[in-house]
């Protein structure tokens, strides 16, 4: 009797023969788990690729809309953590650097970042910041170590245009 069973894909299927769930990779070698609703159609995808990122997909009725949560490391101890839109666009993302901060950034449809804040490791400045389209900070709210804020308005070129209380 054989313990190992080898396939290109497995299929879970219902008493009536209806596929319910694949177990498969696909063309660009994607490792994929996907579970389906009674038309056949796929509502949650667990995917992993080549170069390990895993990922996590849901969808609605018309799988148009819904979301895929995905983690990837950016270094050997940071990780970022991804929402991304039905359009496969990057909309929001969590980072927690190697150094214990912790960020959000929310990015606009062309995947831009266009709100961010930036949550740092004690004796850092916390910053709240608004980029415009060429992702440029233009905007920043700063609350330094001991307390005390300070708003940045910036031009283009990331230069201070204006500043309160002013930099002494």
């Given at each position: 009797?054989?313990?190992?069973?080898?396939?290109?894909?497995?299929?879970?299927?219902?008493?009536?023969?209806?596929?319910?769930?694949l177990f498969s990779s696909?063309?660009?070698?994607?490792?994929?788990?996907?579970l389906l609703d009674a038309?056949?159609?796929?509502?949650?995808?667990?995917?992993?690729?080549p170069d390990g990122t895993?990922?996590?997909?849901?969808?609605?009725?018309?799988?148009?809309?819904?979301?895929?949560?995905?983690?990837?490391?950016?270094?050997?101890?940071?990780?970022?953590?991804?929402?991304?839109?039905?359009?496969?666009?990057?909309?929001?993302?969590?980072?927690?650097?190697?150094?214990?901060?912790?960020?959000?950034?929310?990015?606009?449809?062309?995947?831009?970042?266009?709100?961010?804040?930036?949550?740092?490791?004690?004796?850092?400045?916390?910053?709240?910041?608004?980029?415009?389209?060429?992702?440029?900070?233009?905007?920043?709210?700063?609350?330094?170590?001991?307390?005390?804020?300070?708003?940045?308005?910036?031009?283009?070129?990331?230069?201070?245009?204006?500043?309160?209380?002013?930099?002494?």
């Amino acid at each position: 009797m054989s313990k190992v069973i080898t396939a290109e894909q497995f299929r879970l299927v219902d008493s009536k023969g209806r596929i319910k769930g694949l177990f498969s990779s696909d063309e660009n070698d994607n490792t994929i788990m996907a579970l389906l609703d009674a038309n056949g159609k796929s509502k949650v995808v667990l995917m992993l690729s080549p170069d390990g990122t895993p990922s996590l997909s849901l969808f609605d009725a018309s799988r148009k809309n819904g979301f895929t949560l995905r983690t990837s490391s950016v270094s050997d101890d940071s990780f970022i953590l991804h929402l991304l839109d039905a359009n496969s666009k990057l909309r929001f993302a969590l980072v927690l650097m190697s150094n214990g901060t912790f960020g959000m950034e929310f990015c606009d449809a062309n995947q831009k970042p266009r709100f961010c804040l930036e949550v740092p490791p004690p004796d850092s400045d916390l910053i709240l910041s608004l980029l415009d389209a060429n992702e440029k900070h233009r905007i920043a709210l700063v609350i330094s170590p001991d307390g005390s804020p300070s708003l940045h308005i910036l031009d283009a070129n990331g230069k201070s245009i204006w500043e309160q209380p002013k930099n002494k």
